[in-house]
Structure formats: structure tokens, C-alpha cells
């Protein structure tokens, strides 16, 4: 099940390590990706973070820590090949894994309904 905030950015949680990634709507707005900077892994972050930065054709953005936790893992693909995030934002183009502090904070976050009625 993912969850969403409202700087969309998606999570899927599977145990206590949160994948993290931009949302299809991100990518509308910001179109063609070309670079992407991810956090160290072994970062704490806390929730609201600057975790990542993204850069499209039209513009530069921060990608934000959605809740607290360490980085276990990034993305190196997305790195190598930045238009893997708009061909499969919610896929392989995933950005970083977080093992949370406190797992039971995702149920703050939007599901795909409160999501979706925040993008129409």
C-alpha cells in the first residue's frame, strides 16, 4: 500500500523500511528529469528533511524526508539515468530506503484517495 504527502512523494512500506520516491503528478510538473543528487546513506533525517534534490528542464526541486528515519539504501540508477524517474516514478524510479523511527507515523500520510483529490 503506498502512501503519499503533499510535497508528492510517495511511500511503500514493507517491515520498517519505507521506500521513497517523487509521484507520477511530480513528474508531470516538472518534466524531463536530467540530474538527481541522493542523501548518503547513513543519514538520519528528520521528517521534512531536504533528503534529495531534483533537476528537470523547467526547474530544480528538493525531494523531502516524508517521516523520520536512516537511509539504507539509494537509488544509484536514477543517478546514472535521471529519465528512469519519469518513465517509472513509482517503480524502478524510487529514490531512497528509510528504516523508520516510528513506523505507525505513515498513518499521517495521504492514501491514493486524499492524494488524488489534492491533485485534481
Known sequence: MLKYTVEHEWLRLEGDIATVGITQHATALLGDIVFVQLPDIGAKL???DGAAVVESVKA???V???LA???????QVIVEDPA?????????GWF???RLEDATAMDSLMDEAAYKKLTE
Open 84 to 92: 528512469a524517474v519519469n518513465a517509472d516514478p513509482q517503480g524502478a
Open 60 to 62: 530544480a526541486s528538493d
Open 46 to 48: 528528520a521528517k521534512g
Open 69 to 75: 528515519g536512516d537511509v539504507v539504501e539509494v537509488n
Open 96 to 98: 531512497f530506503k528509510l
Open 64 to 66: 523531502f524526508a516524508p
